[in-house]
């Protein structure tokens, strides 16, 4: 699994691109909720960032994240909803968008409750207080492969870059 086999994840990606100026970030202003193609308000999250270890409250959420999360976690942190291990992977991922300013890709078994469990994959594009910085908020862009896929649990990665490797489980990705 990669994020350039999902169009929504290569669309989310374009868009974030198409906004960025050259060696910097786009701002809020320049992701106006107008210019976001359609297509991507369903698996859609804007994530307000707390820390730069990524703790984030979760301001906009799309209706298929609600659906597929059974719940509305408009207002929410993620130091609320995530605990463990996975609270320190989604967490880690925003962090490495945050520091980078680079979209993160990653790939896990999404988990909740007693047991339950779907693949998915997401893309983490970060949005500057202004185009040096520093990072405010990550759009986050989150899809659920269909069960014929691959099953194994890709890295997380930075897309694309030069930033260095932060560790084992973070490897660059050139599109």
Same mark, same amino acid.
């Given at each position: 699994?990669?994020?350039?086999?999902?169009?929504?994840?290569?669309?989310?990606?374009?868009?974030?691109?198409?906004?960025?100026?050259?060696?910097?970030?786009?701002?809020?202003?320049?992701?106006?909720?107008?210019?976001?193609?359609?297509?991507?308000?369903?698996? =859609?999250?804007?994530?307000? /960032? @707390?820390? !730069?270890? $990524?703790?984030?409250?979760?301001?906009? *959420?799309?209706?298929?994240? +609600?659906?597929?999360?059974?719940?509305?976690?408009?207002?929410?942190?993620?130091?609320?909803?995530?605990?463990?291990?996975?609270?320190?992977?989604?967490?880690?991922?925003?962090?490495?968008?945050?520091?980078?300013?680079?979209?993160?890709?990653?790939?896990?078994?999404?988990?909740?409750?007693?047991?339950?469990? =779907?693949?998915?994959?997401? /893309? @983490?594009? !970060?949005? $500057?207080?202004?185009?040096?910085?520093? *990072?405010?908020?990550?759009? +986050?862009?989150?899809?659920?492969?269909?069960?014929?896929?691959?099953?194994?649990?890709?890295?997380?990665?930075?897309?694309?870059?030069?930033?260095?490797?932060?560790?084992?489980?973070?490897?660059?990705?050139?599109?």
């Amino acid at each position: 699994m990669q994020a350039d086999d999902d169009p929504v994840l290569v669309s989310a990606i374009a868009f974030w691109t198409e906004h960025r100026p050259v060696g910097g970030l786009p701002t809020r202003g320049e992701i106006d909720p107008l210019r976001i193609p359609p297509h991507l308000f369903p698996y =859609l999250i804007l994530a307000e /960032v @707390m820390t !730069p270890q $990524g703790r984030v409250r979760y301001r906009v *959420v799309g209706d298929e994240m +609600v659906h597929r999360w059974g719940t509305n976690f408009v207002g929410r942190r993620s130091d609320e909803i995530f605990s463990g291990d996975y609270r320190a992977y989604l967490e880690g991922a925003f962090a490495l968008a945050i520091k980078h300013w680079q979209p993160v890709f990653t790939a896990s078994r999404f988990r909740w409750d007693v047991g339950g469990f =779907l693949w998915t994959r997401r /893309v @983490m594009l !970060p949005i $500057g207080a202004t185009d040096q910085g520093p *990072v405010t908020q990550v759009l +986050v862009v989150q899809t659920w492969p269909n069960s014929r896929e691959d099953r194994r649990t890709d890295p997380m990665v930075i897309v694309p870059g030069t930033a260095p490797v932060e560790n084992a489980k973070a490897v660059l990705v050139t599109t």
